[in-house]
């Protein structure tokens, strides 16, 4: 019974001559980092370098190094491109239509994550790497675009049942700040006193006892995330990087 199976049995490198056309296939990845600023939400872009994109803008990514993780890769592309070392990146998904790249065939995953704009200096090292408004986005190099919305999904659905738009905020806010955050992620208005009753349903917030300062409106309250609720596991995992 044992030779038998042995018989069926091929080595890698076997496997490897019978579907040499399969290994050409190269891995890349993507970084799509959200962050707020002046009541809408940006991503951040760089210039592509590929002369078929040509003044196109693109996500921050790269191909796979062969002695390298999938996960380590898109750490390493956001360290050289902008010097951001402490951001936490959740893998969405993977892309791999067949003419996705104009080099060859590349399947690309997808990470992303939520900072907040004025606590991260980018050290661009690199193109131009600027921070754009998700409205005013144009056609982008590669499949891009469609990597940015599949990404936006995922947002939309988690800020509904974790903390995790708190990422994209100053230690301090006001309702007012929090309402122009969500409705900026979902696309719509909102209902003042509707918004309100449901943010206070969801126990997420402390009152600090402070009233806003030098602002062009009427001073509103300010609050912060309740001590020890983690905004899930974008911050835990952001903690253990530091």
């Not at 999938?70 to 067949?98: C, E, K, M, N, W």
């Not at 399947?107 to 704009?117: C, F, H, R, V």
């Not at 100053?170 to 449901?198: M, W």
């Amino acid at each position: 019974m044992t030779a038998d199976i042995s018989k069926k049995l091929k080595t890698a490198e076997v496997e490897k001559i019978s579907h040499i056309d399969y290994f050409k296939i190269a891995i890349s990845v993507d970084c799509v980092i959200f962050g707020f600023e002046n009541k809408e939400l940006r991503v951040l872009l760089i210039k592509s370098d590929l002369e078929e994109f040509a003044g196109k803008w693109s996500l921050l990514g790269d191909l796979v190094k062969v002695d390298e993780d999938l996960d380590s890769a898109p750490y390493r592309v956001l360290r050289q491109r902008t010097g951001l070392d402490d951001v936490f990146l959740q893998q969405v998904g993977s892309f791999g239509a067949i003419n996705r790249h104009p080099s060859g065939r590349v399947i690309t995953t997808a990470y992303y994550s939520l900072i907040n704009i004025r606590n991260h200096k980018l050290e661009i090292t690199d193109n131009e790497v600027h921070w754009h408004s998700l409205k005013n986005l144009k056609d982008l190099a590669f499949d891009h675009k469609q990597i940015i919305e599949s990404c936006l999904q995922r947002l939309r659905i988690q800020i509904m049942d974790e903390p995790v738009i708190f990422n994209l905020l100053p230690e301090k806010f006001s309702l007012r700040e929090l309402q122009d955050l969500y409705q900026a992620i979902l696309g719509i208005k909102l209902d003042r006193r509707n918004f309100r009753k449901k943010i206070a349903l969801k126990n997420w917030l402390d009152d600090l006892d402070e009233m806003e300062d030098d602002v062009p409106h009427r001073p509103g309250k300010l609050y912060k995330l309740k001590t020890g609720l983690k905004k899930n596991k974008l911050i835990e995992a952001a903690e253990k990087v530091k």
